[in-house]
T-cell receptor
Framework: NAGVTQTPKFRVLKTGQSMTLLCAQD?????MYWYRQDPGMGLRLIHY???????AKGEVPDGYNVSRLKKQNFLLGLESAAPSQTSVYFC?????????????FGPGTRLTVL | QQQVKQSPQSLIVQKGGISIINCAYE??????FPWYQQFPGKGPALLIA?????SEKKEGRFTISFNKSAKQFSLHIMDSQPGDSATYFC??????????FGTGTSLTVIP
C-alpha cells in the first residue's frame, strides 16, 4: 500500500498562473481532505469530501476549487495563484468519522507563488 | 477564531526529561482528541488519541491527560529522546464534522 500520495512535491508559480494538485489514496477511504500548513498557523482545512462526487468547504476555501470524480482521487485547483497561497499543502484521507477517526496524511506539496 | 489553542509554540527538553504540551478548546461538542507527530518534510502522523469518556490514555512513553471540566488536554512524553524531536499538533473533532488543529509545538530534545 502506498497510502496517500501527492503530486507534485514542489512547484513554483507566477502570480496569476493556475495549477492542479493531485491526491491519491489506495486505502478505499470515503473521506478526503485538503489542508494548508503555514508557520504559526497549524493545519487549516481548505476543502473536504465525504464521498465520490461530493465536496464541501472548510475553514479557508477562498481561491481554491476541488473535485472528487473518483473515490481514490481528490484534486485541488488554483485558478489564479496569489503570493498568499504560498504554503505547504497536505492531503489526507480517512474512513467515515465514527468508524475510524484516524486521518492519514500525504507527504505534502510545497508551493511557492512569486 | 482558533478552535483549539496549543502551547507552548516551542519546547526544548533534555534527554530523559518529560515533555508536556497543552491544548484547550471551547466547543463542548468535540468528542475526539488526537495528537499528531510531524517530522521535517513529512506529513503528520497519528500518535495517540483520546475520547472524553476517559481522563487518561497511555501508549508507551506517550500519555494524554484529559480534563473535561476545564476543556483542556495535554500530551506528556516521558523519558524524552532525541528521536522525539518533531512538531506536535493537537486536534479536536466532532463526529460528522471537521477536524480542527492547534498551531503546533516544535519539540527539540537535547542529547
Amino acid at each position: 500500500n502506498a497510502g496517500v500520495t501527492q503530486t507534485p512535491k514542489f512547484r513554483v508559480l507566477k502570480t496569476g498562473q493556475s495549477m492542479t494538485l493531485l491526491c491519491a489514496q489506495d486505502m478505499n477511504h470515503e473521506y478526503m481532505y485538503w489542508y494548508r500548513q503555514d508557520p504559526g498557523m497549524g493545519l487549516r482545512l481548505i476543502h473536504y469530501s465525504v464521498g465520490e462526487g461530493t465536496t464541501a468547504k472548510g475553514e479557508v476555501p477562498d481561491g481554491y476549487n476541488v473535485s472528487r470524480l473518483k473515490k481514490q482521487n481528490f484534486l485541488l485547483g488554483l485558478e489564479s495563484a496569489a503570493p498568499s497561497q504560498t504554503s505547504v499543502y497536505f492531503c489526507a484521507s480517512s474512513q467515515p468519522q465514527g468508524r475510524a477517526d484516524t486521518q492519514y496524511f500525504g507527504p505534502g506539496t510545497r508551493l511557492t507563488v512569486l | 477564531q482558533q478552535q483549539v489553542k496549543q502551547s507552548p509554540q516551542s519546547l526544548i527538553v533534555q534527554k530523559g526529561g518529560i515533555s508536556i504540551i497543552n491544548c484547550a478548546y471551547e466547543n463542548t461538542a468535540f468528542d475526539y482528541f488526537p495528537w499528531y507527530q510531524q517530522f521535517p518534510g513529512k506529513g503528520p502522523a497519528l500518535l495517540i488519541a483520546i475520547r472524553p469518556d476517559v481522563s487518561e490514555k497511555k501508549e508507551g512513553r506517550f500519555t494524554i491527560s484529559f480534563n473535561k471540566s476545564a476543556k483542556q488536554f495535554s500530551l506528556h512524553i516521558m523519558d524524552s529522546q532525541p528521536g522525539d524531536s518533531a512538531t506536535y499538533f493537537c486536534a479536536a473533532l466532532k463526529v460528522g464534522n471537521q477536524f480542527y488543529f492547534g498551531t503546533g509545538t516544535s519539540l527539540t530534545v537535547i542529547p
